[in-house]
């Protein structure tokens, strides 16, 4: 009789999701309290290989966590776009949408920390196969509760399956609204595949509120930031996942009106340094240079 061997362990995770874990923890491991967002738990999903992988071990085997450090000097911005998203979630859920999907979810920890919140959502958590085959192993070596509204939904955007349909196939109600949140991917996919991105999202149910980052262009930001700018910039081509697609605020907000939304609303990293860190005495704040954009749908056309 053949010995059946044991299943292969899942590939190690997309290296830019370990990267974000790194920094909203690197806020609450490295900052004193008032803290802007406290997510430690995604980093417990990031295990120590995935974490030498990303280059986020010292040599002493702990975690990189110089202040000085460009990644770690990211870490406000990790902060404040989790803390923003997640607020505009809590936001929408008073109103009656109680649906939230996550694109590119990677150590995302939302369904875990937020259960307040999440029990009374459906909540949609997409991203490619490997990395999110990879997140449910950690969840269950971890013993981490998977709650009852949580979907874990793997989308091989490479081969051009839709997002759209393949949540409406794990329970997303397409006649309802939903937040849909897309935080770090604009500048490393194609403006075509944003746009789409976009165009799905705009014809989902009327009240639909899509908020996503993007980056502008280095000359668009302030001098003194643009050498931190261009380390992160390599830092990411180094994992795989280069810097393509950047934006003016202007571009954005009419990429996203030519979609069809109609309600926009644009969220500058000044904003959201005045929104959470005016008064801080340690100097933390949201780097230059990401910004964010609210776009709803208000009426089907």
Known sequence: ????????APAGPDLTAVGA???????????P??????????????????????????????LALDP??????????????????????AERLELGVTQYVILGAGLD???????????????????????????????RALALAVPEGLRFVPVDFESG????????????????PAVIASTGVAQCISREACAKTLREAAELAAGTTFVSTFMLPIERIDPRERELRALTEQRAAARGFPWISFYSAEEFVSLARGAGFDDLRHVSSAELNQ???????????????????TATRRERR
Do not use: C
């Open 1 to 8: 009789m053949a010995v059946m061997s044991e299943p292969a």
């Open 21 to 31: 874990a790194f920094g909203r923890a690197a806020h609450v491991l490295l900052d």
């Open 33 to 62: 309290a008032p803290h802007v967002f406290t997510d430690t738990l995604s980093l417990k999903l990031a295990d120590e290989p995935a974490l030498r992988a990303a280059n986020l071990l010292a040599p002493d085997g702990g």
């Open 68 to 89: 000085r450090e460009p990644r770690a000097q990211w870490r406000g911005t990790f902060a404040a776009r989790a803390r923003f998203v997640e607020e505009l979630v």
């Open 109 to 139: 920890t939302f369904a875990q920390r937020r259960p307040e919140l999440a029990s009374r959502l459906r909540v949609f958590e997409i991203d490619g196969p490997v990395t999110q085959a990879w997140k449910r192993e950690r969840l």
């Open 161 to 176: 399956d839709s997002w759209v349909r393949e949540i409406a196939r794990h329970g997303f109600d397409l006649t309802r």
């Open 275 to 293: 929104r959470y860190f005016a008064g801080r005495s340690d100097g933390l704040r949201a780097a230059d240079g990401e910004h964010l954009i």
